[in-house]
């Protein structure tokens, strides 16, 4: 690379050594500030970039410049936040240029960490939602500092809440590996997803050598065989308690298995959580959890320690500041010091999500020896293709369906505006079953945090579906309003109106963008409402629509059958299929709720109409399961004739283009 780029690169305002790239991919970037197309291009490119640094994989961007002096050179640079080439070595600019044919600016050539060539045409690619999944994990990359093991190594396999042991030899590699797992949990091959390894989120790499991935998840169990004091509830104190409760009670069980948590009152300002051990013993360090009934946890934290109640506290670890646990994923906070004898562990926690609220317990010195590296394997959640209600034969021979079609495209130019957005929302479910697109999904869930945390007492995929729209809701997604102000960054923006989308929030499913006006400065900023799955997997906010529509993705992703369901009265949800208790079960993503399908209606006091389940092989029409009365729906059920036999369990198959079938039912004859 050094001999591509010269020794020094500029960065910000200063200069590093071209070695300190990261050893991922590089993109050179050929652009200039007196070009329009690059004025353009650069801001897109910098979302992409920022994107692909928040999902840890390596890449690294240097701008090759064209500008024609030094201060055009030095403003244009300074919006960007990736490298550069120094201006005064032009040779090497024209150079590069010539060398991977660049003919036109905006320009992104690829190169591999060692500086080959990987693609010389690159600046579409660039900005395809799927291209960070194609860059390496600086995880992986730091991998390779690791020592690899050495002989045969003890995994631990978990498969729907079962533990496999398996000894694995690292230099039979991934196929014997994956055979292993199969002859022990006999999920095909194809079907079969595998994460942890030290991976905190997405599936395992299996470009990555296995010794390599194996090294990785053996330092991820550092510091696992500690042992955990399991301090008693009535052993704990803390500073302040929400609504004064007592330890054991309500918002004062801070214990590592509780359903909730201790939550300190909102006014206390210097919170802390003390456990005592009954006896001086060897603190190893602490672990935090989440709050796990409310999203709600403690983003960094101190500790501190004594022998006695009334101090003196000594800071561990000098005083430094841990980083807290995330929803899913508890954290182990091990003294780099060493351990410390004490009987008193505070926890001071100074900073939060929502609210100062925490699990702990804490780990001694002198525990068993490390666990070995676990895999997650994930199969189909459900198997086949459940159907609902008795569907009828539906013929699909090829007549028939062009026929369906044409029926269609009449139909369709006469729809309300309604049953058109609908047959949008099919395209959406169908497009779920791009692969690359699962992938993407899969690259965001913490999979092996949510199979630890998966109560045993209940059914494996419905416990994992619990941890799961929990996350999403308190972890993932975010619920839009009205959009932040991208002026000032107020959030007191209200929305005003709507606006024509741009080509690009187009191309992003956007029909719809909202123009929200800020109170504090004036400004306006637009908030698209993308229909793109993949989109939603990067913007991560919305309303009820990007919700389900997102998460009806990532259910579908792991496994579930899964369909996304239309309310006409206009609210969104999604639907799962549960293998254990055969039926399709109701799942509200924005308000984390399984199972509950009465909530509309009873809780919410919703006129209910229309239901409708899109799938990616059906469409069903789902109302009764919304409803206690039926009958009482019926007169507000305008848009189709309800004929005896129909309208109970109407079910579509949808084979390519069958879905007239369903359109013309719905919309019923013609007046
Ligand atoms: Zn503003």
């Given at each position: 690379m050094e001999a591509l780029l010269g020794k020094t690169l500029l960065h910000g305002k200063g200069e590093v050594a071209?070695?300190?790239?990261?050893?991922?991919v590089v993109a050179l970037y050929f652009s200039a500030g007196w070009c329009p197309p690059c004025k353009g291009f650069t801001p897109q490119f910098r979302k992409v970039y920022d994107h692909v640094k928040s999902k840890n994989r390596a890449f690294d961007v240097v701008f090759v410049s064209s500008d024609r002096d030094e201060n055009s050179f030095r403003e244009y640079f300074s919006t960007m936040p990736w490298h550069a080439l120094p201006f005064s070595d032009r040779p090497r600019q024209q150079q590069l240029s010539t060398m991977f044919g660049v003919r036109g600016i905006p320009a992104v050539v690829l190169l591999d960490a060692s500086g080959r060539l990987l693609d010389s045409n690159a600046r579409g690619k660039v900005m395809d939602p799927g291209f960070p999944l194609s860059l390496p994990r600086c995880i992986d990359l730091a991998a390779a500092e690791l020592p690899e093991p050495q002989g045969s190594v003890q995994l631990l396999l978990r498969h729907q809440g079962a533990e496999y042991d398996i000894e694995c030899e690292p230099s039979e590699g991934w196929e014997m590996l994956r055979m292993q797992i199969y002859s022990m949990i006999d999920v095909p091959s194809e079907q079969l997803k595998l994460f942890g390894l030290?991976?905190?989120?997405?599936q395992l790499d299996e470009s990555v050598p296995l010794p390599r991935a194996l090294a990785r998840g053996i330092e991820a169990q550092k510091h696992s065989g500690l042992q955990l004091a399991?301090?008693?509830?009535?052993?704990r104190r803390a500073s302040s308690s929400w609504n004064d409760d007592k330890p054991g009670e309500r918002h004062h069980t801070g214990t590592l298995d509780s359903a909730s948590a201790w939550c300190a009152k909102k006014e206390d300002c210097n919170p802390w959580y003390q456990l005592d051990l009954g006896e001086v013993q060897n603190v190893a360090g602490v672990m935090l959890a989440a709050r796990l009934d409310v999203g709600q946890w403690v983003t960094r934290f101190r500790v501190e320690l004594s022998d006695s109640e009334d101090g003196p506290w000594t800071p561990a670890d000098d005083g430094r500041e841990f980083a807290g646990p995330s929803y899913a994923s508890p954290v182990r906070a091990v003294f780099e010091n060493g351990s410390q004898l004490a009987r008193f562990v505070r926890v001071l926690p100074v900073s939060h999500q929502n609210h100062c609220s925490l699990r702990a317990d804490v780990l001694l010195a002198a525990g068993d020896p490390d666990k070995p590296p676990v895999i997650v394997a994930l199969g189909n959640f459900s198997a086949g293709d459940p159907f609902e209600p008795a569907t009828p034969e539906v013929a699909t021979d090829a007549m028939m369906e062009e026929q369906h079609l044409a029926m269609l495209q009449a139909k369709l130019s006469s729809l309300p505006p309604k049953l058109q957005h609908q047959v949008a929302s099919l395209g959406t479910v169908q497009g779920y079953e791009k692969k690359q697109l699962q992938r993407q999904a899969l690259d965001e869930v913490p999979v092996v945090d949510l199979d630890a945390s998966?109560?045993?007492?209940?059914s494996y995929e419905i416990a994992f579906l619990r941890m799961l729209v929990r996350w999403f809701k308190h972890e993932f997604f975010s619920w839009t309003n009205a959009p932040r102000c991208e002026h000032c960054g107020s959030t007191e923006t209200k929305t005003v109106g709507r606006a024509e989308p741009t080509p690009e929030e187009q191309h992003f499913k956007a029909n719809t963008v909202e123009v929200a006006a800020c109170s504090k400065c004036g400004g306006q900023t637009r908030f698209p409402r993308y229909n793109d799955p993949a989109k939603l997997l990067q913007t991560r906010t919305g309303r009820c629509g990007e919700w389900a529509n997102c998460f009806t993705l990532v259910c579908r992703s792991l496994g579930y059958e899964a369909r996304h369901i239309h309310d006409w009265t206009d609210h969104v949800w999604t639907e799962i299929f549960s293998d254990s208790s055969k039926r399709w079960i109701h799942v509200d993503s924005c308000e984390a709720a399984?199972?509950?399908?009465l909530m509309y209606e009873k809780g919410w006091g919703k006129k209910l109409t229309y239901c409708i389940g899109f799938a990616r092989d059906h469409v069903v029409d789902v109302s009764k399961r919304y409803t206690q009365n039926f009958e009482e729906l019926l007169p507000r059920r305008t848009q189709c004739s309800e004929e005896a036999g129909t309208c109970m369990a109407p079910a579509w198959h949808l084979h390519g283009t069958c879905m007239g079938i369903y359109m013309a039912s719905l919309v019923g004859p013609e007046p």
């Open positions: 071209t070695p300190s790239l990261q050893g991922g030290g991976l905190p989120k997405g399991k301090v008693p509830l009535d052993a998966v109560d045993p007492r209940e399984v199972d509950a399908p």
